[in-house]
C-alpha cells in the first residue's frame, strides 16, 4: 500500500478547512436570518487565510524560487480594483440605498477612474 505524501495531505487538510469556513463565513455575512453579519467576516477571512496559506505552503514544499513582487504591476492591480469598487459603490448607492445624487457623482468618479487606467497602462506619448 502506498502512503499518501506529506504535501498531499497538508493540501487536503488546509484546502477542505479553507473551503469550509470560506463558505459558512459567506453563508453568515449573507442570510439576514442569521444575524451573524461581523463573525460571518471573521469566519470568512481565516478561511481565506487558509487557503492563502495552502497555495505558499504547496509553493515552498514544491522547492520552488521565491517570486520577485513587482510593485508597479501591483500598484496597478490595486489601483484597478479600488476604481471598480468606487464605481460599485455609485451604483449601490443609486440601487440599494436610493441616493441618487451622491450616488451618481461617485459612479462618475468611478468611471473617470477607470479611464484613468488607460494612460497608466499604455503610457502617454
Keep these: 500500500m502506498d502512503s499518501m505524501k506529506k504535501i498531499t495531505f497538508i493540501t487536503l487538510l ?9 463558505g459558512i463565513g ?7 436570518q442569521w444575524n451573524l453579519f461581523t463573525s460571518g467576516v471573521c469566519v470568512t477571512a481565516v478561511g481565506a487565510l487558509a487557503l492563502i496559506a495552502l497555495f505558499l505552503s504547496r509553493w515552498i ?25 468606487v ?10 440605498w436610493e441616493m441618487m445624487l451622491p450616488g451618481m ?5 468611478g468611471i473617470v477612474m477607470l479611464l484613468c487606467l488607460i ?6 506619448k
Aim: hydrophobic share 60%.
Design 14 to 22: 488546509l484546502g477542505v478547512l479553507g473551503t469550509l469556513l470560506f
Design 26 to 32: 459567506l453563508c453568515m455575512c449573507l442570510l439576514p
Design 61 to 85: 514544499m514544491a522547492g520552488k524560487p521565491t517570486a520577485k513582487i513587482d510593485w508597479k504591476k501591483t500598484g496597478k492591480i490595486a489601483y484597478a480594483a479600488v476604481s471598480a469598487l
Design 87 to 96: 464605481l460599485g459603490l455609485g451604483m449601490a448607492l443609486v440601487m440599494v
Design 105 to 109: 457623482l461617485v459612479g462618475v468618479l
Design 119 to 124: 494612460p497608466l497602462y499604455k503610457g502617454l
